[in-house]
């Protein structure tokens, strides 16, 4: 018969993104109102193969749900990747009595989440990331707050970018992922959005585009250009040479990671949390919790990863038609 789990261990991984808290202390007071222990593992697996763990009550996650990146830090750990280092991991994990732990992470943290499933740590993985692209998921914790910071300081340059009557070309984060892309080109209006799954590098296209916005009267051209295209500074040379308009690069870079979690991502981040350790009390392991179809729900970790995440075409048609 499985074990029962007694105490859960938690832990964020990868790029930090806000919500993350609010996850974290809802595992905390679930796990807690449930009778269970609760460890903190800082600064990700790396904390977690340096034994950098700490004992969590109900009061160390208070004034927590308001505060934007993780008050158990993260970090990226290179030894995790390998087979002695996960081994390691959940030899850890069994020394301080953790037998249930939660990863609050990417798809990366998922592939060693999986890892310390396979060594017999019930493990679950919450999609904690500003980019959106976890394949089973429809919400990522912190992309909300990602999107909404980003949007604002957009905003902010579309203002002096009309005032000057430039063309301003905005780099977001991403990753390999376009989502914060697409979303903010249709939140700000941009009349360019270049995102890595559907770019062709067809430079001329977005010089013609600027030229014929100019003659039709636009007093800005917005391109709002995804981190996994970059290149943003030298493409705003290339554009201004070519059209003879005004071009500025702006890339937004970490502050869109930053800052107080939306009521979306608190919201969403704590019914994660309490979600996954409802998985733990019912023995599961090796899952990631999602949200679809306006629902919570779970995958197996291995199916998770193998799911591929398109950017929907209609949507990138009806961003296209709402520029002209
Ligand atoms: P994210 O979780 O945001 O996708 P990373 O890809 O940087 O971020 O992964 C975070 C950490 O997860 C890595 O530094 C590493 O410790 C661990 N990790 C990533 N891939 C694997 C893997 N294939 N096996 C084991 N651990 C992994
Ligand atoms: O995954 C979140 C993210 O912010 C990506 O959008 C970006 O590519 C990456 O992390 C940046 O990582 P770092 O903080 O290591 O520069």
């Not at 980003?150 to 430039?166: G, N």
């Amino acid at each position: 018969m499985a074990k029962e789990v007694k105490t859960i261990g938690v832990l964020t991984s990868g790029g930090d993104a806000p919500g993350m808290n609010a996850a974290i202390r809802a595992v905390v007071r679930s796990a807690i109102a449930k009778g269970l222990k609760v460890k903190g593992v800082q600064k990700g697996y790396n904390g977690l193969l340096n034994e950098e763990i700490i004992d969590l009550s109900a009061r160390d996650v208070s004034d927590t749900i308001a505060r934007g990146g993780t008050v158990l830090y993260t970090a990226r750990c290179a030894e995790f990747r390998t087979e002695e280092g996960q081994a390691r991991g959940a030899e850890v994990c069994r020394k301080h009595g953790i037998d249930g732990m939660v990863v609050i992470g990417g798809d990366g943290s998922f592939a060693g989440a999986q890892k310390l499933s396979h060594h017999g740590i019930n493990t679950i993985g919450l999609p904690g990331t500003i980019d959106l692209d976890i394949a089973c998921t429809e919400y990522t914790i912190g992309f909300d707050t990602a999107v909404n910071t980003a949007m604002e300081a957009i905003d902010k340059v579309r203002d002096t970018s009309t005032s000057h009557e430039r063309c301003s070309i905005i780099e977001v984060m991403g990753r390999n992922a376009g989502y914060i892309a697409l979303w903010c080109g249709i939140a700000n209006g941009a009349e360019d959005i270049l995102l890595p799954e559907t770019y062709d590098y067809d430079e001329q296209k977005l010089i013609n585009n600027i030229i014929a916005n100019r003659k039709r009267g636009k007093k800005h051209h917005i391109i709002i250009n995804a981190e996994g295209i970059g290149h943003s500074t030298s493409m705003a040379r290339r554009i201004e040479a070519a059209t003879g308009v005004e071009t500025r690069a702006t890339i937004l870079g970490h502050m869109q990671r930053g800052g107080s979690p939306t009521c979306k991502d608190r919201v969403y981040a704590s019914m994660m949390g309490a979600y996954a350790v409802d998985l733990l009390c019912q023995n599961k392991t090796n899952r990631v919790v999602g949200y679809r179809n306006g629902e919570f729900c779970d995958f197996d970790i291995d199916e998770a990863l193998a799911m591929k995440k398109v950017i929907p075409q209609y949507w990138v048609d009806v961003a296209k038609q709402l520029s002209i």
